[in-house]
């Protein structure tokens, strides 16, 4: 079995702001010039938190900064030198917000989920609506889905329960599944399109809404597409 790469290689926790001052040459021989993370701590709550390519020598400007008195004790982390320790660094920030630390943490190059978000939860709304009511409600919602989204987007919410799928070709019949999800099962696997299990089937690029067949209302076995009129 390989070995796991570490992160962190060594660690002091929970340690007293006075060994710095009383033993400080002890403290020096083992994180001077060595980085990582550090967090300062008063009354056993998290005040600070930093990154440091030298961790004594950050600790001992703490200890007359606009910090010195504001913290107790502390804690440091030695890390391997890492291009993600910046973001490290900021993920904690964001998390746990300590009162010390004036700047909140930020990210290189991170998207935004919450617009995302609160679309998905407003698609997820209107389907659990069509479904409801159905009739021209559920018709008029499944044309707005299958001509706008793109792959499983096309299908996902527009039934309530996984729905057989059948094609033929050459002499050949196909058995597929619709799934809530709007991803197609065929063969023992999941395909985000059904022009792409219908790629599957035959081994060529064939037009999976005009490929595959699904049972309407009316029990007639109709062409895919139909979901688009």
């Known amino acids: 079995m390989a070995k796991k790469k570490r992160l962190v290689l060594q660690h002091l926790e929970d340690i007293s702001w006075r060994v710095l001052e009383e ?24 005040y600070y938190v930093g990154l440091a390519s030298n961790l004594m020598g950050r600790l ?6 606009r910090h010195h008195g504001s913290w107790d004790r502390f804690s440091v982390y030695l890390t391997i030198h890492d291009d993600h320790m910046k973001e490290l660094e900021s993920l904690l920030l964001r998390i746990v917000n300590p009162s ?7 990210f290189t190059d991170s998207d935004n989920l919450s617009l995302p978000l609160n679309q998905h939860m407003k698609d997820a709304d209107a389907d ?12 008029r919602r499944c044309r707005t889905k299958t001509k706008q989204g793109k792959g499983t987007k096309n299908l996902s919410g527009i039934f309530d329960r996984r729905i057989a799928l059948k094609a033929s070709h050459l002499g050949r019949e196909f058995r ?22 219908a790629k599957e089937a035959i081994g060529r690029t064939r037009n999976g809404w005009s490929f595959w067949r699904y ?9 895919l597409r139909e979901l688009r009129k």
Do not use: C, E
């Open 23 to 46: 033993y400080p040459n002890v403290v020096q021989q083992m994180i001077r010039r060595k980085s990582g993370v550090y967090a300062l701590y008063r009354k056993q709550s998290l």
């Open 176 to 197: 597929a599944s619709l799934r809530k999800d709007g991803s197609i099962g065929f063969n023992n696997k999941v395909y985000d399109s059904p022009t792409g299990a």
């Open 128 to 139: 659990r609506r069509a479904l409801m009511i159905g009739g021209q409600v559920a018709r």
């Open 215 to 223: 049972r309407n209302t009316k029990g007639k076995w109709v062409k």
């Open 100 to 106: 010390g630390n004036k700047v909140i943490g930020k």
């Open 60 to 65: 001992k400007t703490h200890l007359k900064d």
